[in-house]
């Protein structure tokens, strides 16, 4: 399926132009499409169906409600980082029972937060989390239902940024501890033990790290079975990569990701949780953007475009490439363009020599595979208000999150006298 594709030389998000769109909206705007999301929340779990595996989307890649909302009916649970994300999960609809928790530094009150809503699992990154855990469990009299996050020690080949599974990251408990933190579990009051966790980094692009964490994962397991721990629940975390380049990458497909899991876990009949949030929704979203001025410096010519660096940070946080075309698709010229933002800052560069058929001021362009971790990310630098999300399903398109105006952004502030 090609949910973003020409159509009579102009650019569709499904039945959408996305120029309609902008006509409407105004630019810049995050468009995702409802038909990828859902093809690829059922292609995972049709992929996993064997494991009786629950999805847990990674709120954290976009958590608009409407993306969320969507998962949810289909059966989604939630991985969280957050106790806004837990609430953001909750308001969607996904109920507690598959909301599983997430992160190095959950506070006090976040884990009563969720001990009050009852949430599946708590993936429990060192032993003095844990103790607050159970004492917190203890002054409310409810169960927490924990896994350890270990760290297997594999380099997942990504990014430095987001690359987690190191011995020398800041994630989860080493393997080697991982037996000592298990027998503490056991004896901690308001505690139990679920099963184990991992998640070694993201946009993965080859299997063979997985394969590697797996297999460590696994020979955990059966190691703390012979201890006599019970092990019911493998969280395999997320990580797995996209396509971002539509001419070069090779994403892993979803059934070889699935041998591997039979392959290294198969045999152990545990209960598996996996966290996509980029798999699921990266190539679901595009950024659509106005050019405003061209220009020629020297060698160089410049297409500035109103998206900016504080919309979409990926290009300048990550280096990330990102397929960026015109959104007419013409005979023009083809320029190598250096395309940025608005921003006062170098850093506000989404791409350097790439070629587009000549553009002019007004023209649209369309980043595309910005539905992970682009939204969720801006911030309002510059004062330049968060800019929409639209979604689309067949003919239709919705608003789902609305551009703020600038008298509310800049009511957020309190002057020095009204603060007395
Ligand atoms: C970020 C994160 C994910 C999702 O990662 P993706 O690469 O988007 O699939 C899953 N689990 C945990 C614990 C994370 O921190």
Known sequence: MNTF????????AENVAVRQIADVV???FYCYSRAAIEARYDAIAGALKEFDALVCYAVKANSNQALIGLLAARGAGADVVSEGEMRRALAAGI?????????VAKTVREIEFALQQDIRQFNVESEQE????????????????????INPNVDAGTHEKISTGKAENKFGIAIEYARRAYDEARAL????????DLHIGSQIMNLAPFEAAFSRIAELVEDLRRAGHTISTIDLGGGLGINYDRQNDKAPGIDDYAKIVRKTVG???????????????????VLVSSVIYTKTNGATKFLIIDAAMNDFLRPSMYNAYHSIVGEQQTDAAQVLYDIVGPVCETGD???????LPEQDAGDLVVIEGAGAYGSVMASTYNTRPLIPEVMVDGDEFRVIRQRPDYDSMIALDIPWDAAG
Do not use: M
């Not at 109920?95 to 992160?103: F, N």
């Not at 844990?130 to 996050?149: D, E, G, K, Q």
């Open 5 to 12: 594709a020409y159509r009579d030389g102009h650019y569709f």
């Open 26 to 28: 105004g630019t810049p």
């Open 95 to 103: 109920p507690a029972s598959k909301i599983v928790y997430s992160g």
């Open 130 to 149: 844990l103790r607050v855990i159970s004492a917190a469990a203890v002054r409310l009299n409810r169960i927490a239902h924990v896994a350890f996050r």
């Open 189 to 196: 009051p308001g505690i139990e033990v679920r099963g184990v």
């Open 267 to 285: 045999h152990l009949d545990c209960r598996i949780i996996v966290e996509p949030g980029r798999w699921l929704v990266g190539n679901a979203g």
């Open 349 to 355: 560069t989404f791409a350097r020599k790439r070629q």
